[in-house]
């Protein structure tokens, strides 16, 4: 509200005042005797279940990274290709992987007891050529030449 010509009218501003301090107090008190039924837990839904990530004896396990498709690279070498990008995430992977392990190992977990996916022998994990991007762009450009 923009004051009068003559001033702010005190008694007004007083009692918009004590009416905010009364509504507040109102909805403090609402709170303090909603308390004891919001402290139930509220189940999450199946879609935000899927979103937590999988813990073992309180770590994380990491996911393994998604290989990018056959259309996911233009083949025009870009300085950072999709295929780059995924050995990163692959280096990131294996280091992460390898930290979990370390973790449960000085927990002195049996392996036999970890999930499948982070065992030492679970390596299913391929290691492509180093440079991918790189060799599919000169395997397009020899086919072109080829033609």
């Avoid at 679970?122 to 599919?136: F, G, H, I, N």
Wanted: glycine share 4%.
């Amino acid at each position: 509200k923009r004051p009068a010509p003559g001033g702010q009218n005190l008694s007004d501003r007083f009692r918009r005042l004590e009416n905010m301090l009364l509504a507040k107090h109102s909805l403090t008190q609402t709170i303090a005797a909603d308390a004891p039924r919001a402290r139930t837990p509220i189940p999450m839904p199946a879609t935000l279940q899927k979103l937590q990530p999988a813990t073992f004896h309180g770590l994380v396990i990491p996911e393994e990274p998604k290989a990018p498709g056959s259309d996911d690279c233009c083949m025009s070498g870009c300085a950072i290709c999709v295929h780059d990008l995924y050995q990163d995430s692959l280096a990131a992977h294996a280091a992460a992987l390898a930290s979990v392990r370390a973790s449960l190992a000085s927990m002195d977990v049996p392996v036999a007891q970890w999930p499948a996916r982070i065992r030492p022998d679970a390596d299913t994990t391929a290691q492509p050529k180093a440079r991918t991007a790189l060799s599919a762009f000169e395997e397009f450009e020899r086919a072109l030449e080829a033609k």
